[in-house]
């Protein structure tokens, strides 16, 4: 069957609706979403770098953000990670708090690695683990290990394959083990084999449960592990997808 499109002017009526309708593609009234967007826009001056933007991210769920360059994608994710603040609208996260408030609970991992060069992963790991004083991580170890790389290594950062490098860059962003992932671009760069590799990481994420939104330019790549593809076009909402990994919600499912 192929998937379902949602237009992006209805998007938020369609859903809602649809919560309502025997096996709903939509995420069950009693379960709580990880976040949500109610007219989001963010203007730098005159420009509108999202325009009114209405979306629920659901638990455990993928979220493919697809568009060209200048579409929004980056800066969406930025307003998801309260790194940024919306010029208008609202943005709640988990239990109704703003993103800037639940920091800890949010991965980030944007087009730069944000690592430090002269450092080995496990130097790297071991600072950034050292932010997070009131939330259990993982060890360095463990970190690296799940993502493929051996924490034994004594190469700086600098000597790192890009592939190497971004999946040392996920594993930054695992280390606190956030519940909401936000991927940006994290394919950018690298040849079939990494990226397959990379793939396969978040992947295994995905079926840990954990809820992950990500941008790429590479759909063909992405789409497989898709729960739902979003499409912007110029800062809106263009339409919403349901991806090929899409399945309705089963008993014991996150709520």
């Known amino acids: 069957m192929s998937p379902s499109l949602i237009d992006g002017t209805a998007a938020k009526e369609s859903l809602t609706t649809r ?43 993928c979220y493919v953000l697809l568009g060209e360059n200048g579409a929004g994608k980056s800066t969406l994710l930025r307003v998801l990670g309260g790194l940024i603040r919306p010029t208008y609208g609202n943005i709640k996260v988990f239990e109704g708090i703003r993103p800037d408030e639940a920091r800890g609970r949010i991965g980030y991992m944007s087009h730069a690695p944000m690592l430090y060069d002269q450092l080995t992963g496990m130097e790297n790991l071991h600072y950034f683990a050292s932010l997070y004083q009131k939330r259990e991580c993982l060890t360095p170890e463990q ?37 909401l992932l936000l991927l940006d671009e994290p394919f950018s760069n690298m040849d079939i084999a990494s990226a397959h590799q990379m793939l396969a990481l978040v992947q295994r994420i995905r079926e840990q449960g954990r809820t992950i939104v990500l941008t790429t330019h590479q759909r063909d790549l992405a789409e497989p592990i898709a729960d739902y593809l979003v499409f912007l076009r110029a800062g809106a909402l263009d339409s919403l997808h349901l991806g090929p990994a899409y399945a309705p919600y089963t008993a014991g499912a996150p709520a």
């Open 19 to 61: 919560q309502h309708e025997p096996n709903a593609p939509a995420t069950p009234e009693s379960m709580a979403s990880v976040a949500q967007l109610e007219s989001v826009s963010k203007l730098y001056g005159t420009f509108a770098a999202l325009r009114k933007i209405t979306l629920q991210i659901e638990p455990a769920r």
């Open 143 to 179: 970190a690296l290990t799940a993502v493929s790389l051996d924490p034994e290594l004594k190469r700086p950062i600098s000597q790192y394959s890009q592939g190497m490098r971004q999946r040392a860059s996920l594993a930054r962003v695992l280390i606190s083990q956030p519940e």
